[in-house]
């Protein structure tokens, strides 16, 4: 049986999957394919549209438009609404009365991991996989992408979440997670466009004082990458999703190639 380049990376680590891709717990479903799924992946590129996604996952499971504008206006509301029930992803009626038609989507969330694993594939050649647990794995619950991408594992957790609703306990399991699985690259996403600095960089500084001491903070120290854009020791990256995700995924995996062309001596 062959397997591909993803599974290759995994076996090295002698991590067998045991889930992977639940398309059925994302808001496409499974039946969402050709020119629809192209344009549902191009809807994603927008960041208000993916807030009105999480917007509308939130809410019961039959709501009116009107309760769609916490993050955009009625009329952008109705636009994103008549696109969706083209492709159809929900139901509406002349009221204005709108429904999801997949009745397994828990959150935005297995929607936002499913668009970061597409857009590691597509803008990057990589192979990747959303929602992926293992038979042997040590830290329980899943890991949300995982890509192979130029011969090394990266492994990206992905936030829908604001800030706010991030807390300690997520950063420290995602750090335990990098040491179960040894990717080469690993990056805290959150779709948000607010800054990193003020509440997630300190979450990790807090954790990595907790593990390492006051030296850890020297050794793995947290530093500014560009914007809101940030690294420890060049291969773990704290990522929002300001300016575009393709665009800020760029910036740390070519700065992950550039560190490791200064660390082989390169000229």
Same mark, same amino acid.
């Given at each position: 049986?062959?397997?591909?380049?993803? @599974?290759? $990376?995994?076996?090295?680590?002698? *991590?067998?999957?045991?889930?992977?891709?639940?398309?059925?717990?994302?808001?496409?479903?499974?039946?969402?394919?050709?020119?629809? =799924?192209?344009?549902?992946?191009?809807?994603?590129?927008?960041?208000?549209?993916?807030?009105?996604?999480?917007?509308?996952?939130?809410?019961?499971? *039959?709501? /009116?438009?009107?309760?769609?504008? *916490?993050?955009?206006?009625?009329?952008?509301? $109705?636009?994103?609404?008549?696109?969706?029930?083209?492709?159809?992803?929900?139901?509406?009626?002349?009221?204005? =009365?709108?429904?999801?038609?997949?009745? #397994?989507?828990?959150? #935005?969330?297995?929607?936002?991991? !499913?668009?970061?694993?597409?857009?590691?594939?597509?803008? #990057?050649?990589?192979?990747?996989?959303?929602?992926?647990?293992?038979?042997?794995?040590?830290?329980?619950?899943?890991?949300?992408?995982l890509a192979?991408?130029?011969? %090394?594992?990266?492994?990206?957790?992905? *936030?829908? +979440?604001?800030?706010?609703?991030?807390?300690?306990?997520?950063?420290?399991?995602?750090?335990?997670?990098? !040491?179960?699985?040894?990717?080469?690259? +690993?990056?805290f996403f959150?779709?948000?466009?607010l800054r990193?600095?003020?509440?997630?960089?300190?979450?990790?500084?807090? @954790?990595? +004082?907790?593990?390492?001491? &006051?030296?850890?903070?020297?050794?793995? &120290?947290? $530093? %500014?990458?560009?914007?809101?854009?940030?690294?420890?020791?060049?291969?773990? =990256?704290?990522?929002?999703?300001?300016? @575009?995700?393709?665009?800020?995924? /760029?910036?740390?995996?070519?700065?992950?190639?550039?560190?490791?062309?200064?660390?082989?001596?390169?000229?």
């Amino acid at each position: 049986m062959e397997i591909d380049s993803l @599974e290759i $990376q995994l076996l090295a680590r002698r *991590k067998r999957m045991s889930r992977q891709n639940p398309y059925e717990q994302t808001i496409l479903g499974e039946a969402l394919r050709g020119e629809k =799924y192209e344009q549902f992946y191009a809807m994603m590129k927008k960041y208000s549209f993916r807030l009105f996604l999480r917007d509308l996952l939130e809410q019961p499971e *039959k709501v /009116h438009v009107e309760q769609l504008t *916490k993050y955009c206006s009625l009329r952008v509301a $109705q636009n994103y609404l008549d696109s969706l029930q083209r492709l159809e992803i929900v139901d509406a009626d002349r009221e204005g =009365y709108c429904h999801v038609r997949n009745p #397994f989507v828990p959150n #935005f969330g297995r929607t936002l991991e !499913w668009y970061v694993a597409e857009v590691l594939q597509r803008e #990057f050649g990589a192979t990747s996989r959303f929602c992926i647990t293992f038979h042997n794995g040590s830290t329980g619950g899943d890991y949300d992408v995982l890509a192979a991408w130029l011969g %090394r594992l990266v492994y990206v957790e992905v *936030k829908s +979440a604001p800030p706010k609703g991030i807390d300690i306990h997520q950063v420290k399991t995602f750090l335990g997670r990098i !040491w179960d699985l040894l990717p080469d690259i +690993a990056i805290f996403f959150n779709d948000t466009h607010l800054r990193m600095k003020d509440k997630i960089v300190a979450l990790f500084e807090e @954790e990595i +004082a907790r593990r390492y001491g &006051r030296e850890g903070l020297i050794k793995y &120290r947290v $530093q %500014r990458l560009e914007d809101e854009l940030f690294h420890v020791n060049h291969c773990l =990256y704290i990522v929002n999703s300001k300016r @575009e995700i393709a665009h800020n995924f /760029h910036v740390c995996l070519s700065d992950y190639l550039a560190n490791e062309l200064n660390q082989k001596g390169m000229p």
